[in-house]
């Protein structure tokens, strides 16, 4: 009988240990990733360096090119629409800026969390074609 109530808190101990060890994996797998909290409290963790919101802005700028719809965005753009915080969320992905590229209207984006296309063209408007600039 006595080594069961030895075995109990060697058990107990292993199981603590796991735990610790899991939280340390987690936690190396988030050290490169930025995150923003968002509206139901949970968190959303994302890859600051990653292209994926920079191709997507090149594909929708190839969309409009050829009067196309934008494609869908990722994953990133529709967390930033359901951040607590729309405009510190946006400009953790953009920390300088748009400079442009950005293919959405940022306030309607900020205020209503609303993903509005945008054109990307100065002086055209969605869905109007773009003069040819091949001569």
């Known amino acids: 009988m006595g080594a069961c109530r ?33 509206e139901d409290g949970s968190r959303y963790y994302f890859n600051p360096e990653s292209g994926e919101c920079f191709l997507h802005s090149m594909d929708c700028l190839r969309a409009q090119g050829e009067c196309e719809p934008f494609p869908e965005p990722p994953e990133t753009l529709k967390a930033i629409a359901r951040a607590r915080d729309r405009r510190a969320a946006l400009n953790q992905l953009y920390p300088n800026g748009t400079f442009g590229i950005f293919p959405y209207e940022p306030e309607a984006l900020v205020e209503r969390g609303e993903l509005v296309p945008r054109s990307m ?6 869905g109007e074609p773009l003069p040819d600039l091949s001569e």
């Open 121 to 126: 063209v100065e002086g055209c408007e969605l």
């Open 6 to 38: 030895k075995a109990r808190p060697r058990a107990r101990e292993r199981l603590i240990s796991l735990r610790t060890w899991i939280k340390r994996l987690e936690h190396g797998a988030r050290e490169d990733l930025a995150s923003f909290v968002l």
